[in-house]
T-cell receptor, first 111, second 112 residues
């Protein structure tokens, strides 16, 4: 069965203090790995899709990378507005659209 | 360009009642998926609709059912509500099942 594990569960950062979030996954065949940002009480906001090991994508202070077993979301010089829960999800080649999510990492960035 | 819209935003129901949640997909999208998110957890896949048919289903009982209309909008129905059905219900749309999924703001369902 496909499985996604995110660590740490929570992360408290000072503004400007860079860090990384981890997403470990097991899947029969990977179609894509997705990163979402979720603010309290709202729906997830799409950030990135990664399709193959070695791929990297960047958006402002966020950079996502992918290996055959895990993905990292690097937050460089975070600002308070980066505070959110970051969700990782995998889509298997035989699932046609179903996303298997991890529990998320709650990030709090203090001024 | 309107994104994914869900209604209502909040709902309170009594145990045993039935509820219907609605979703309009992002313009140009033809596939709608529904997820249940309990507090502090990641979204759990309920089912997915494409061409007005249920394409895939997660591990949810038959009390959860759905429908997709010709304009691609969708409904999620839950019968015989249990206290444990209290959650944020999310709708996601995509083009086919292989592109990025975009989520609505969710419907917060509280069962009392």
């Amino acid at each position: 069965e496909d499985q996604v594990t995110q660590s740490p569960e929570a992360l408290r950062l000072q503004e400007g203090e860079s860090s990384s979030l981890n997403c470990s996954y097991t899947v029969s065949g990977l179609r894509g790995l997705f990163w979402y940002r979720q603010d309290p009480g709202k729906g997830p906001e799409f950030l990135f899709t990664l399709y193959s090991a070695g791929e990297e994508k960047e958006k402002e202070r966020l950079k996502a990378t992918l290996t055959k077993k895990e993905s990292f979301l690097h937050i460089t010089a975070p600002k308070p507005e980066d505070s959110a829960t970051y969700l990782c999800a995998v889509q298997a080649t035989d699932s046609w659209g179903k996303l298997q999510f991890g529990a998320g990492t709650q990030v709090v960035v203090t001024p | 360009d309107a994104g994914v819209t869900q209604s209502p935003t909040h709902l309170i129901k009594t145990r045993g009642q039935q509820v219907t949640l609605r979703c309009s997909p992002k313009s140009g999208h033809d596939t709608v998926s529904w997820y249940q998110q309990a507090l502090g957890q990641g979204p759990q896949f309920i089912f997915q609709y494409y061409e007005e048919e249920e394409r895939q289903r997660g591990n949810f009982p038959d009390r959860f059912s759905g429908h997709q209309f010709p304009n691609y909008s969708s409904e999620l129905n839950v019968n015989a509500l249990l206290l444990g059905d209290s959650a944020l219900y999310l709708c996601a749309s995509s083009l086919g099942g292989t592109t990025e999924a975009f989520f609505g703001q969710g419907t917060r369902l509280t069962v009392v």
